[in-house]
Structure formats: structure tokens, C-alpha cells
């Protein structure tokens, strides 16, 4: 067994007993005039590939929120691996220094966390908050595609962010497949595959990895 088919394994067996007693959603919903499928999909443009997944946590997770809903990420890896034939998650989010609530809700899940401290500068206009994670996800995703060569699934509707990435990507190792995965209603119009060359195909996220918001982004 080679190290992505023990890492698969691993994965399986983290992301199954975190899902076991979770209830199944199988009803759709709106948001936005859009409707939330019932399953994440169309998975059948990830089976039996190898795959690194890039979450932007904060994306997935406020457009969750914005539409009364919490993101599981434990459901979400559950259906990646039972399609994929090996699995890396991977998510990355900034947070206060210190605190490592995040880190800890990841790593329980089968997804490898990356941080990075939110900064406050002081400018003539105030104290300014420095915030944004996607200096680290353009850095992780570029250093995963290069260690490995499965295909990349970057879970993101940011649209500049994900198609420079999914650009980049595709330039560098023309042979791999880059896919999006994004919130219905939350999704850039700049990620859409049938008009982005650098991108293989787009899923979206359904029920069956939403639960009910409780005010908490995790």
C-alpha cells in the first residue's frame, strides 16, 4: 500500500466515524434564487481519481451562514472519499493568534488545517485589520499540485481567487484536471467551465453536507 492509499484509508475511516450519526438531508432548498441540490455533485466528474482538495474555509463557511446553514466538513470528506480513489483534504482560513478552535475542528474531520493569524496595523485612518487567506491558498494549492499527481478540487466560489489558481495550475501541469466546488448562489460567474479553459468542471455543495446554523461558523 503506497502513502496516498494509507492516507486515503486513514481519511475513510476519520471522516466515517465522525459521520455515522449524523442525520441524512435529502431535500433541496433556495438561496438567492438558487437551488441547494439535495447531494453535493456532480461527483461522477471526481470518481476513481486521485485527488488534493484546497477548502477556503471562510468562503464555504459564510456562504453556508448567509443562507441560515452550517458548513460539515466531516460530510463533505465523506462524500470526496467514498468517489475518489485517493484523497488529501486540505483547508486553509485565517483566525485570531493563538487560537486553534479551527485547527482542532479540522484535524478531528481528516482534513490537514492551514492558518494564518489575522494582523492589525495601525494606518493614519485607525487600526486596520489584515484578514485575508488567499495568499495561503494560492501557496498550499501551487505546493500540493507540485507534490503529487493527483487532480485538484479547490473548494471556492471566490471567482479571481480560484480561476487564477485553477490558471496557474492548468499552465504549470497541463496533464492535471482542475475542478471548483462552490455554494449555490455564493459562485462566480469566472468559475463557470464551460467559458473557463482553465477549469475542468464545477460541483456544487448540497444538503447532505449542510446542517442547521447555530451562530457558529464551524
Known amino acids: 500500500m503506497n502513502i496516498l492509499q494509507l492516507i486515503h484509508s486513514h481519511t475513510a475511516r476519520t471522516l466515517q466515524r465522525r459521520d455515522n450519526h449524523r442525520p441524512t438531508r435529502n431535500d433541496s432548498a433556495q438561496f438567492r434564487g438558487h437551488t441547494i441540490p439535495a447531494k453535493t455533485g456532480p461527483l461522477g466528474l471526481l470518481a476513481a481519481r486521485d485527488l488534493v482538495v484546497i477548502a477556503d474555509a471562510e468562503n464555504?463557511?459564510?456562504?453556508?451562514?448567509?443562507?441560515?446553514?452550517?458548513?460539515?466538513?466531516?460530510?463533505?470528506?465523506s462524500a470526496l472519499v467514498k468517489t475518489c480513489?485517493?484523497?488529501?483534504?486540505?483547508?486553509?482560513?485565517?483566525?485570531?493568534?493563538?487560537?486553534?478552535?479551527?485547527?482542532r475542528y479540522f484535524e478531528e474531520r481528516g482534513w490537514m488545517p492551514h492558518a494564518r493569524d489575522i494582523e492589525y496595523a495601525p494606518t493614519r485612518h485607525g487600526i486596520q485589520k489584515h484578514a485575508n487567506a488567499d495568499a495561503?491558498?494560492?501557496?498550499?494549492?501551487?505546493?500540493?499540485a507540485a507534490e503529487t499527481d493527483a487532480d485538484v478540487l479547490i473548494a471556492s466560489g471566490d471567482g479571481a481567487l480560484a480561476s487564477d489558481v485553477a490558471h496557474s495550475i492548468a499552465e504549470s501541469w497541463p496533464d492535471?484536471?482542475?475542478?471548483?466546488?462552490?455554494?449555490?448562489?455564493?459562485?462566480?460567474?469566472?468559475?463557470?467551465?464551460?467559458?473557463?479553459?482553465?477549469?475542468?468542471?464545477?460541483?456544487?455543495?448540497?444538503?447532505?453536507?449542510?446542517r442547521p446554523a447555530n451562530g457558529n461558523r464551524l
Open 176 to 210: 492535471r484536471f482542475v475542478f471548483t466546488l462552490g455554494f449555490p448562489g455564493a459562485v462566480s460567474s469566472r468559475l463557470n467551465a464551460a467559458n473557463n479553459n482553465g477549469i475542468a468542471g464545477n460541483l456544487l455543495l448540497g444538503m447532505d453536507c449542510l
Open 60 to 77: 464555504l463557511s459564510y456562504s453556508a451562514l448567509n443562507a441560515g446553514f452550517k458548513m460539515s466538513y466531516a460530510a463533505l470528506g
Open 85 to 103: 480513489a485517493s484523497l488529501r483534504l486540505h483547508a486553509c482560513f485565517s483566525r485570531e493568534a493563538h487560537q486553534a478552535g479551527w485547527e
Open 136 to 144: 495561503l491558498i494560492a501557496f498550499h494549492s501551487g505546493r500540493l
